[in-house]
């Protein structure tokens, strides 16, 4: 089944196998088949808002796009990627606005790797906070999905809350999250610019975990499907899906769901992942020991999600 991708950009394009979900709870909830969601006390009230604030649209694949301005036009939507390393443009746009050409750079996706050309943005906006002199590589639109992308090189330095009750996106200078008794908060490190939570396991063992907003479906390496044989739910008959690359890379990968993984303090029950051996794990040295990229069909199962890439955390409000 050829199915549209779910990310992009250094980190990789995934398509996704439409219809499953994982449920986020608490480590305590009740027996059953189906996905858990915590039931919350009420909030205290909220701290002063941030500095910078913008409305979030869900695309067809649940990825997160913002309007962002390029050289001064716009705004065009671009997808929030927290699992790319650089932001990225479509050739499309890029030729409608004369971007000039810049150096061939190569892009590491989940299905390889690939050698493309660049182009110079002069200025990128989102809100009130903007990057220069940008050499975003050029792929095509329906590779992509959007007309870009926003990668971890607009969002460093800064303390982004993706809200999805209000469906917003706020950005302000690195600072701790306000305290909230539902909010988790996990610590990591950092590699390549994303970052990498390491307080999270699978029945008791150790699981690095990166954060990746662009990918509607959480994606596990070889080692992690290793320790699950025998402990995973195979479904019946069995399901595969074909991750498709930003340029056109195709994988056929099984799919697998895991009864319990805890991150941070959070049990994620249910959760469906594809399996693929990618050598993006490679990368991040999350080769040879368990490891996935965290998903959006997690990450909006909370109330509201935090990244800050400079503190090295994330935090976790929970429904």
């Known amino acids: 089944m050829r199915l549209r991708p779910a990310t992009a950009g250094f980190v990789g394009a995934l398509a996704v196998w ?7 709870a608490e480590a305590q909830s009740p027996p059953g088949p189906a996905p858990v969601v915590i039931a919350t006390p009420p909030a205290p009230d909220e701290a002063d808002g941030p500095t910078d604030s913008l409305k979030m649209v869900q695309d067809s694949s649940s990825r ?11 705004p065009y939507d671009f997808l929030v990627d927290t699992g790319s390393e650089r932001s990225v443009i479509s050739r499309e746009l890029a030729a409608s606005l004369d971007l000039p050409p810049g150096p061939a750079v190569r892009v590491h996706q989940t299905t390889g790797d690939d050698l493309v050309r660049t182009v110079v943005i002069d200025h990128l906006a989102v809100g009130v906070r903007s990057i220069d002199h ?8 329906d ?4 007309a870009g992308l926003l990668g971890v090189d607009a969002l460093r330095d800064l303390h982004i809350v993706m809200d999805f009750q209000t469906m917003r996106m706020s950005s302000a200078p690195s600072r701790p999250e306000p305290f909230d008794p539902r909010t988790i908060v996990v610590r990591g490190r950092s590699r390549f610019g994303q970052l990498i939570l390491v307080n999270a396991s699978v ?16 994606v596990g390496n070889p080692a992690l499907l290793k320790l699950l044989t025998g402990h995973s739910v195979g ?5 595969t899906t074909e991750l498709i690359s930003v340029t056109g890379r195709r994988m056929t990968v ?11 303090g959070i049990s994620i029950r249910n959760m469906t992942l594809a399996f693929a051996p990618s050598p993006l794990f490679g990368r991040f040295g999350l080769d040879r020991q368990p490891a996935m990229f965290l998903g959006m ?7 509201r999600v935090s990244v800050d890439l400079h503190r090295k955390e994330a935090t976790f409000t929970l429904r």
């Open 64 to 74: 997160l796009t913002l309007p962002v301005m390029v050289n001064g036009r716009g």
């Open 134 to 141: 940008v050499e975003a590589p050029a792929l095509a639109a």
């Open 203 to 218: 029945r008791g063992v150790p699981v690095y975990v990166v954060l990746d907003s662009g990918s509607q479906l959480s």
């Open 254 to 264: 099984e799919l697998d769901q895991i009864a319990e993984a805890n991150v941070g």
């Open 235 to 239: 479904f019946d008959p069995p399901k």
């Open 18 to 24: 439409p219809g499953f979900g994982a449920g986020v």
């Open 297 to 303: 069909d997690v990450l909006s199962q909370c109330l």
């Open 143 to 146: 590779d992509l999905g959007a």
